[in-house]
Protein backbone atom coordinates (compact mmCIF):
# COMPACT_ATOMS: atom_id res chain seq x y z
CA UNK A 1 0.00 0.00 0.00
CA UNK A 2 1.38 3.69 -1.12
CA UNK A 3 1.64 5.92 2.05
CA UNK A 4 1.14 9.81 1.59
CA UNK A 5 1.28 12.90 3.56
CA UNK A 6 -2.10 13.64 4.28
CA UNK A 7 -3.32 16.92 3.47
CA UNK A 8 -3.29 19.89 6.28
CA UNK A 9 -3.44 23.28 6.85
CA UNK A 10 0.49 23.47 6.95
CA UNK A 11 0.75 22.58 3.51
CA UNK A 12 -1.61 25.26 1.91
CA UNK A 13 0.82 27.71 3.78
CA UNK A 14 1.34 31.56 2.45
CA UNK A 15 4.24 31.91 0.00
CA UNK A 16 4.77 27.75 -0.25
CA UNK A 17 3.44 27.25 -4.10
CA UNK A 18 6.07 30.21 -5.22
CA UNK A 19 8.72 28.73 -2.71
CA UNK A 20 8.15 24.99 -4.30
CA UNK A 21 8.30 26.09 -7.52
CA UNK A 22 11.35 28.15 -7.59
CA UNK A 23 12.77 25.08 -6.15
CA UNK A 24 11.50 22.88 -9.04
CA UNK A 25 9.38 20.71 -6.97
CA UNK A 26 7.68 19.65 -9.80
CA UNK A 27 10.54 18.17 -11.60
CA UNK A 28 11.04 16.30 -8.16
CA UNK A 29 14.47 18.91 -7.45
CA UNK A 30 12.47 19.51 -3.74
CA UNK A 31 10.79 17.35 -1.13
CA UNK A 32 10.00 18.32 2.34
CA UNK A 33 11.92 15.87 4.79
CA UNK A 34 12.34 15.00 8.72
CA UNK A 35 10.11 16.19 10.95
CA UNK A 36 7.23 18.05 8.94
CA UNK A 37 6.55 14.58 7.48
CA UNK A 38 6.98 12.92 10.54
CA UNK A 39 4.55 14.78 12.51
CA UNK A 40 2.72 14.98 9.27
CA UNK A 41 2.04 11.29 9.30
CA UNK A 42 0.57 11.18 12.60
CA UNK A 43 -1.53 14.11 12.36
CA UNK A 44 0.51 15.92 14.52
CA UNK A 45 0.71 19.68 14.45
CA UNK A 46 3.58 20.62 12.16
CA UNK A 47 5.71 23.71 12.96
CA UNK A 48 8.68 23.82 11.52
CA UNK A 49 9.36 23.18 8.04
CA UNK A 50 12.35 21.84 6.23
CA UNK A 51 13.09 21.17 2.87
CA UNK A 52 15.43 18.79 1.11
CA UNK A 53 16.99 19.70 -2.55
CA UNK A 54 19.18 18.41 -5.07
CA UNK A 55 19.90 22.29 -5.73
CA UNK A 56 23.08 23.84 -4.88
CA UNK A 57 23.22 26.23 -2.13
CA UNK A 58 23.68 29.32 -4.31
CA UNK A 59 21.62 28.45 -6.73
CA UNK A 60 19.25 28.07 -4.68
CA UNK A 61 19.81 31.98 -3.32
CA UNK A 62 19.80 32.91 -6.75
CA UNK A 63 15.93 30.67 -7.59
CA UNK A 64 14.65 32.47 -4.44
CA UNK A 65 15.89 35.76 -5.21
CA UNK A 66 14.36 35.53 -8.79
CA UNK A 67 11.20 34.51 -7.33
CA UNK A 68 10.72 37.63 -4.71
CA UNK A 69 11.71 35.28 -1.89
CA UNK A 70 14.03 36.72 0.99
CA UNK A 71 16.91 34.10 1.68
CA UNK A 72 18.68 34.36 4.54
CA UNK A 73 21.92 32.83 4.07
CA UNK A 74 21.64 30.94 7.61
CA UNK A 75 24.33 28.11 7.35
CA UNK A 76 24.93 28.57 3.62
CA UNK A 77 28.54 26.67 4.15
CA UNK A 78 26.68 23.65 5.50
CA UNK A 79 23.86 24.00 2.84
CA UNK A 80 20.95 25.57 4.38
CA UNK A 81 18.91 28.88 3.27
CA UNK A 82 16.61 30.14 4.80
CA UNK A 83 13.29 31.17 2.95
CA UNK A 84 11.09 33.99 4.95
CA UNK A 85 7.43 33.28 4.32
CA UNK A 86 4.53 34.80 5.70
CA UNK A 87 3.92 32.60 7.86
CA UNK A 88 7.24 31.91 9.62
CA UNK A 89 10.85 30.48 7.63
CA UNK A 90 11.58 27.27 5.77
CA UNK A 91 14.92 25.72 5.83
CA UNK A 92 16.27 24.45 2.60
CA UNK A 93 19.43 21.98 2.51
CA UNK A 94 21.10 20.71 -0.07
CA UNK A 95 21.19 17.30 -0.54
CA UNK A 96 24.67 15.79 1.81
CA UNK A 97 26.52 13.25 2.90
CA UNK A 98 29.27 13.46 5.69
CA UNK A 99 33.23 12.91 4.69
CA UNK A 100 34.58 13.42 8.19
CA UNK A 101 32.85 14.13 11.38
CA UNK A 102 34.36 14.48 15.04
CA UNK A 103 31.52 13.93 17.36
CA UNK A 104 30.46 17.96 17.13
CA UNK A 105 30.35 19.16 13.59
CA UNK A 106 30.77 17.32 10.14
CA UNK A 107 32.79 18.25 6.55
CA UNK A 108 30.14 17.06 4.17
CA UNK A 109 30.13 16.99 0.06
CA UNK A 110 26.76 18.12 -1.68
CA UNK A 111 25.43 14.95 -3.37
CA UNK A 112 22.12 14.46 -5.60
CA UNK A 113 21.76 10.87 -4.27
CA UNK A 114 18.52 11.27 -1.74
CA UNK A 115 19.12 7.83 -0.29
CA UNK A 116 22.86 9.36 0.88
CA UNK A 117 21.60 12.30 2.45
CA UNK A 118 18.94 10.22 4.23
CA UNK A 119 21.77 7.70 5.23
CA UNK A 120 23.50 10.37 7.25
CA UNK A 121 20.61 11.33 9.20
CA UNK A 122 19.81 10.29 13.08
CA UNK A 123 16.74 7.74 13.36
CA UNK A 124 14.66 6.08 10.62
CA UNK A 125 11.66 7.77 11.35
CA UNK A 126 13.11 11.10 11.04
CA UNK A 127 14.60 10.04 7.26
CA UNK A 128 11.24 10.48 5.48
CA UNK A 129 10.82 12.47 2.23
CA UNK A 130 7.55 13.40 0.72
CA UNK A 131 6.73 14.70 -2.87
CA UNK A 132 5.62 18.45 -2.22
CA UNK A 133 2.93 17.95 -4.76
CA UNK A 134 1.69 14.05 -4.27
CA UNK A 135 2.20 13.73 -0.99
CA UNK A 136 4.15 10.38 -2.03
CA UNK A 137 6.41 9.43 1.00
CA UNK A 138 10.16 8.13 0.07
CA UNK A 139 11.30 5.78 3.02
CA UNK A 140 14.64 4.38 2.46
CA UNK A 141 15.15 2.92 5.57
CA UNK A 142 11.84 1.47 6.99
CA UNK A 143 10.92 4.46 8.78
CA UNK A 144 7.26 4.33 8.22
CA UNK A 145 6.73 1.00 9.69
CA UNK A 146 9.16 2.19 12.96
CA UNK A 147 6.69 5.01 13.04
CA UNK A 148 3.81 2.81 13.47
CA UNK A 149 5.23 0.09 15.67
CA UNK A 150 6.40 3.36 17.89
CA UNK A 151 9.66 2.14 17.37
CA UNK A 152 12.86 4.06 17.86
CA UNK A 153 16.07 2.87 15.45
CA UNK A 154 19.28 4.78 14.76
CA UNK A 155 19.80 4.27 10.65
CA UNK A 156 22.79 1.49 10.28
CA UNK A 157 24.83 1.37 13.27
CA UNK A 158 24.04 2.81 16.24
CA UNK A 159 27.73 3.55 16.95
CA UNK A 160 28.71 5.08 14.52
CA UNK A 161 25.53 7.52 14.07
CA UNK A 162 26.66 8.87 17.51
CA UNK A 163 30.04 8.91 17.16
CA UNK A 164 28.97 11.55 14.07
CA UNK A 165 27.23 13.70 16.33
CA UNK A 166 27.03 13.19 20.55
CA UNK A 167 23.83 14.89 20.53
CA UNK A 168 21.97 12.01 19.21
CA UNK A 169 22.66 10.32 22.67
CA UNK A 170 20.33 12.86 24.43
CA UNK A 171 18.29 13.03 21.06
CA UNK A 172 17.53 9.25 21.44
CA UNK A 173 16.01 9.36 24.67
CA UNK A 174 13.73 12.68 23.74
CA UNK A 175 12.52 10.83 20.54
CA UNK A 176 11.63 7.99 22.71
CA UNK A 177 9.77 9.54 25.52
CA UNK A 178 7.75 11.33 22.00
CA UNK A 179 7.39 9.10 19.60
CA UNK A 180 8.44 5.91 20.96
CA UNK A 181 7.03 3.41 23.27
CA UNK A 182 9.66 3.08 25.52
CA UNK A 183 10.58 -0.42 24.50
CA UNK A 184 14.04 -0.16 24.07
CA UNK A 185 16.59 -1.53 20.77
CA UNK A 186 19.13 -2.66 23.42
CA UNK A 187 22.12 -2.00 20.82
CA UNK A 188 20.86 1.43 20.78
CA UNK A 189 20.79 1.32 24.58
CA UNK A 190 24.42 -0.44 24.58
CA UNK A 191 25.69 2.49 22.28
CA UNK A 192 24.84 5.66 24.04
CA UNK A 193 25.82 3.87 27.60
CA UNK A 194 29.27 3.37 26.13
CA UNK A 195 29.15 7.02 24.39
CA UNK A 196 27.75 9.12 27.56
CA UNK A 197 31.71 10.48 28.44
CA UNK A 198 31.30 11.83 25.19
CA UNK A 199 28.65 14.70 26.15
CA UNK A 200 31.35 16.56 28.07
CA UNK A 201 32.49 17.22 24.28
CA UNK A 202 29.21 19.00 23.81
CA UNK A 203 28.25 22.78 24.06
CA UNK A 204 26.62 22.96 27.48
CA UNK A 205 23.71 25.26 25.29
CA UNK A 206 23.22 22.13 23.33
CA UNK A 207 23.14 19.68 26.27
CA UNK A 208 20.81 22.62 28.07
CA UNK A 209 18.02 22.81 24.73
CA UNK A 210 17.84 18.89 24.53
CA UNK A 211 16.96 18.32 27.57
CA UNK A 212 14.57 21.51 28.01
CA UNK A 213 13.02 19.23 25.14
CA UNK A 214 12.93 16.00 26.88
CA UNK A 215 11.13 17.92 29.96
CA UNK A 216 8.69 19.38 27.88
CA UNK A 217 7.36 16.44 26.38
CA UNK A 218 4.03 14.70 27.73
CA UNK A 219 5.54 11.69 29.50
CA UNK A 220 9.78 11.59 29.97
CA UNK A 221 9.89 9.82 33.12
CA UNK A 222 10.85 6.33 31.94
CA UNK A 223 13.32 7.89 29.45
CA UNK A 224 14.66 9.55 31.94
CA UNK A 225 14.71 6.36 34.15
CA UNK A 226 16.89 4.74 31.39
CA UNK A 227 19.17 7.58 31.36
CA UNK A 228 19.51 7.32 35.59
CA UNK A 229 20.00 3.59 35.27
CA UNK A 230 22.76 3.83 32.50
CA UNK A 231 24.60 6.57 33.58
CA UNK A 232 23.70 8.95 30.72
CA UNK A 233 23.74 12.15 32.53
CA UNK A 234 26.81 11.36 34.91
CA UNK A 235 29.16 13.06 32.85
CA UNK A 236 27.42 16.36 32.20
CA UNK A 237 24.85 16.57 34.97
CA UNK A 238 26.07 14.53 37.86
CA UNK A 239 23.47 16.22 40.40
CA UNK A 240 20.17 14.28 38.81
CA UNK A 241 19.63 11.04 40.72
CA UNK A 242 16.78 8.65 40.21
CA UNK A 243 15.44 10.46 43.66
CA UNK A 244 15.19 13.49 41.06
CA UNK A 245 13.03 11.63 39.00
CA UNK A 246 10.61 10.46 40.95
CA UNK A 247 10.12 14.39 42.09
CA UNK A 248 9.60 15.16 38.17
CA UNK A 249 7.40 12.33 38.07
CA UNK A 250 5.12 13.75 41.24
CA UNK A 251 5.25 17.39 39.32
CA UNK A 252 3.80 15.92 36.43
CA UNK A 253 0.99 14.49 38.21
CA UNK A 254 0.24 17.74 39.93
CA UNK A 255 0.52 19.78 36.88
CA UNK A 256 -2.38 17.37 35.74
CA UNK A 257 -4.10 17.64 38.51
CA UNK A 258 -4.11 21.12 38.61
CA UNK A 259 -4.43 21.60 34.87
CA UNK A 260 -1.56 24.05 34.59
CA UNK A 261 0.65 23.96 31.40
CA UNK A 262 3.71 21.52 31.25
CA UNK A 263 6.90 23.85 31.98
CA UNK A 264 10.20 22.51 31.27
CA UNK A 265 12.54 24.95 33.39
CA UNK A 266 9.72 23.40 36.19
CA UNK A 267 10.57 20.30 35.90
CA UNK A 268 14.42 20.75 35.30
CA UNK A 269 14.06 22.63 38.62
CA UNK A 270 12.24 19.20 40.27
CA UNK A 271 15.14 17.30 38.87
CA UNK A 272 17.75 18.91 40.50
CA UNK A 273 18.14 18.31 44.49
CA UNK A 274 15.56 20.96 46.24
CA UNK A 275 18.68 23.78 46.76
CA UNK A 276 18.04 26.89 45.09
CA UNK A 277 22.29 27.55 45.20
CA UNK A 278 22.95 24.65 43.61
CA UNK A 279 20.09 25.09 40.86
CA UNK A 280 21.69 28.53 39.77
CA UNK A 281 25.31 26.67 39.82
CA UNK A 282 23.74 24.01 37.14
CA UNK A 283 21.76 27.29 35.36
CA UNK A 284 25.02 28.57 34.83
CA UNK A 285 27.13 25.84 33.71
CA UNK A 286 24.30 25.21 31.24
CA UNK A 287 24.39 28.73 29.99
CA UNK A 288 20.97 29.43 30.97
CA UNK A 289 19.90 32.72 30.28
CA UNK A 290 19.80 34.84 33.80
CA UNK A 291 15.51 34.99 33.90
CA UNK A 292 15.99 31.35 33.54
CA UNK A 293 18.41 30.27 36.15
CA UNK A 294 16.12 33.11 37.91
CA UNK A 295 12.97 31.28 37.46
CA UNK A 296 14.44 27.94 38.98
CA UNK A 297 15.97 30.00 42.16
CA UNK A 298 13.00 31.39 43.46
CA UNK A 299 10.87 27.70 42.60
CA UNK A 300 13.73 26.22 45.03
CA UNK A 301 14.01 29.01 47.58
CA UNK A 302 13.34 27.47 50.72
CA UNK A 303 12.01 30.52 52.34
CA UNK A 304 7.94 30.72 52.35
CA UNK A 305 7.73 34.52 52.56
CA UNK A 306 3.92 34.51 53.05
CA UNK A 307 1.36 31.56 53.85
CA UNK A 308 -1.76 32.78 51.19
CA UNK A 309 -1.10 31.89 47.70
CA UNK A 310 -1.94 35.23 46.69
CA UNK A 311 0.48 37.08 48.85
CA UNK A 312 3.11 34.32 47.77
CA UNK A 313 2.28 35.26 44.52
CA UNK A 314 2.46 39.10 45.32
CA UNK A 315 6.19 38.64 46.98
CA UNK A 316 7.44 36.70 43.87
CA UNK A 317 5.07 36.65 40.96
CA UNK A 318 2.10 34.65 40.16
CA UNK A 319 4.64 32.57 37.49
CA UNK A 320 6.95 31.84 40.80
CA UNK A 321 4.26 30.98 43.21
CA UNK A 322 2.78 28.54 40.65
CA UNK A 323 6.11 26.79 40.39
CA UNK A 324 6.87 26.79 43.79
CA UNK A 325 3.28 25.23 45.11
CA UNK A 326 3.52 22.86 42.43
CA UNK A 327 7.25 21.64 43.41
CA UNK A 328 5.80 21.00 46.96
CA UNK A 329 3.91 17.72 47.35
CA UNK A 330 2.15 19.24 50.64
CA UNK A 331 0.40 22.37 49.04
CA UNK A 332 -3.13 21.26 48.18
CA UNK A 333 -3.42 22.04 44.56
CA UNK A 334 -6.46 24.33 45.53
CA UNK A 335 -4.14 27.18 46.40
CA UNK A 336 -2.71 27.36 42.55
CA UNK A 337 -6.53 27.17 41.54
CA UNK A 338 -6.86 30.63 43.33
CA UNK A 339 -4.08 32.30 41.43
CA UNK A 340 -5.62 31.53 37.87
CA UNK A 341 -6.09 34.75 36.34
CA UNK A 342 -4.97 36.64 38.68
CA UNK A 343 -2.59 39.85 38.67
CA UNK A 344 -0.71 41.04 41.73
CA UNK A 345 -2.57 44.89 42.42
CA UNK A 346 -0.77 47.73 43.30
CA UNK A 347 -1.08 49.28 46.94
CA UNK A 348 -3.71 51.95 46.66
CA UNK A 349 -1.62 54.32 49.14
CA UNK A 350 1.31 55.95 49.16
CA UNK A 351 4.23 57.59 51.38
CA UNK A 352 2.63 60.93 50.87
CA UNK A 353 -1.10 59.56 52.20
CA UNK A 354 0.72 58.82 55.47
CA UNK A 355 2.71 62.17 55.76
CA UNK A 356 -0.77 63.68 55.54
CA UNK A 357 -2.39 61.73 58.38
CA UNK A 358 0.21 63.74 60.32
CA UNK A 359 2.92 61.43 59.97
CA UNK A 360 6.71 63.01 60.23
CA UNK A 361 8.35 63.19 57.11
CA UNK A 362 11.53 60.45 57.61
CA UNK A 363 12.33 57.02 58.43
CA UNK A 364 9.12 56.20 60.17
CA UNK A 365 7.28 56.85 56.37
CA UNK A 366 8.89 53.66 55.04
CA UNK A 367 8.87 51.91 58.16
CA UNK A 368 4.94 52.74 58.56
CA UNK A 369 4.26 51.99 54.65
CA UNK A 370 5.78 48.43 55.04
CA UNK A 371 3.43 47.95 57.86
CA UNK A 372 0.10 48.78 55.97
CA UNK A 373 1.24 46.80 52.87
CA UNK A 374 2.04 43.73 54.92
CA UNK A 375 -1.51 43.96 56.69
CA UNK A 376 -2.95 44.28 53.10
CA UNK A 377 -1.24 41.37 52.01
CA UNK A 378 -2.76 39.80 55.43
CA UNK A 379 -6.32 40.89 54.40
CA UNK A 380 -5.98 39.47 51.03
CA UNK A 381 -5.56 42.79 49.32
CA UNK A 382 -8.66 44.73 50.26
CA UNK A 383 -10.16 47.94 48.56
CA UNK A 384 -9.07 51.14 49.01
CA UNK A 385 -11.14 51.87 51.59
CA UNK A 386 -10.17 48.95 53.79
CA UNK A 387 -6.35 50.21 53.47
CA UNK A 388 -7.25 53.97 54.40
CA UNK A 389 -8.82 52.60 57.99
CA UNK A 390 -5.49 50.45 57.88
CA UNK A 391 -3.43 53.65 57.27
CA UNK A 392 -5.12 55.49 59.96
CA UNK A 393 -4.56 53.00 62.34
CA UNK A 394 -0.57 52.18 61.60
CA UNK A 395 -0.19 55.97 61.55
CA UNK A 396 -1.81 56.22 64.96
CA UNK A 397 0.49 53.42 66.48
CA UNK A 398 3.63 55.74 65.48
CA UNK A 399 2.24 58.76 66.84
CA UNK A 400 1.55 57.15 70.21
CA UNK A 401 4.79 55.52 69.91
CA UNK A 402 6.61 58.91 69.40
CA UNK A 403 4.76 60.77 72.20
Known amino acids: MTISLPDADWRVRPGLDGLLAALGAADGLARYVGG ?3 DGLL ?3 VNDLDIATSIA ?16 PTGIDHGTITAVLPDGPVEITTLRRDVSTDGRRATIAYTDNWREDAARRDFTINALYADPLTGAISDYFGGIADLEARRLRFIGDA ?22 DNELDSSAYDACVTAANSLMA ?19 VPALRLMIEGGILRPVLPEVTMAGVDRVEGLIAREAQAGVPVSALRRLAALLPPDASLADQVGARLKLSNKARKRMVVALEAEAGEDQPRGLAYCIGVEGAVDRLLLDPTQPLAAIATLDGWSPPTLPIGGGALIARGLTPGPDVAKALQQVQRQWVEEDFPDAERVAEIADQIVSKFQRARQ
Open 43 to 45: GLP
Open 159 to 180: AARIAEDHLRILRYFRFLARYG
Open 36 to 38: AVR
Open 202 to 220: LSRERIADEMLKLLGVTAP
Open 57 to 72: PRDVVDRLKKAGIKAV
